[in-house]
């Protein structure tokens, strides 16, 4: 839930949003580009055929998919993830979530392989029932296989591709050690999507929670 605190003044802080933001500022670009280009054979030959326009809505679809990207993560560019003694946790702005070390059961990395990559998220199992509502957290709700026999089915999922090291150490540092389980190879496909779409919905209609 929302929470009036803010972290210790020596938490190690990590900047979630900005990171993301320029990690993704590469790809974001080019796909404008596509757009600009889509708009420079528009302007610059009248007499396109159909499979010229074609060409053009391709481009022009990639153009409008890069903006959309750079609005989404400059809006979120102040998004701030921070670990400390109580816990793990979420600022946006001025509000703040924590998720408490002494209400985990586990916590630790999955990773999995892509292409010549690889895909990274942080997964904290709570001990105690969750609120798939929180404002703040919903988000990362997750639906899933646990780990071992013990854990909850529901945990948080926080995706830190291009920042997997950091959280690697801020929690080594920080979480008590008998909850640490490591990182641990899963999948592809097991990174899934949020529990609800927004607060209060699945797939956008007020509904059960997804199962």
């Known amino acids: 839930m929302i929470f009036d605190g803010r972290p210790a003044h020596d938490a190690t802080v990590l900047r979630y949003g900005l990171r993301r933001f320029l990690h993704g500022l590469v790809f974001d670009v080019a ?27 391709v481009l022009l679809s990639g153009g409008a998919v ?32 924590v998720i408490s070390w002494d209400s985990l059961a586990a916590v630790g990395i999955y990773w999995a392989r892509r292409g010549n990559g690889s895909v990274h998220t942080v997964e904290l199992c709570p001990s105690r029932e969750i609120d798939r509502d929180d404002p703040l957290l919903w988000q990362f709700v997750r639906d899933t296989a646990p780990l071992r026999s013990g854990l909850p089915r529901l945990r948080y999922r926080v995706s830190v591709d291009e920042s997997h090291q950091a959280y690697e150490k801020a929690l080594r540092q920080w979480a008590p050690p008998e909850l640490w389980f490591g990182r641990k190879e899963q999948p592809s496909s097991y990174r899934g999507k949020p529990d609800r779409t927004t607060p209060g919905t699945v797939n956008g209609r007020p509904n059960e929670p997804t199962r």
């Open 31 to 57: 796909a404008i580009s596509f757009g600009v280009a889509g708009i420079w054979m528009m302007v610059g030959d009248g007499d396109l055929r159909v499979g010229g326009w074609t060409c053009v809505a």
């Open 66 to 97: 890069g903006v959309v990207q750079v609005v989404l993560h400059w809006r979120a560019r102040r998004w701030v993830t921070a670990f400390d003694a109580t816990g793990f946790w979420w600022i946006r702005g001025e509000d703040a979530a």
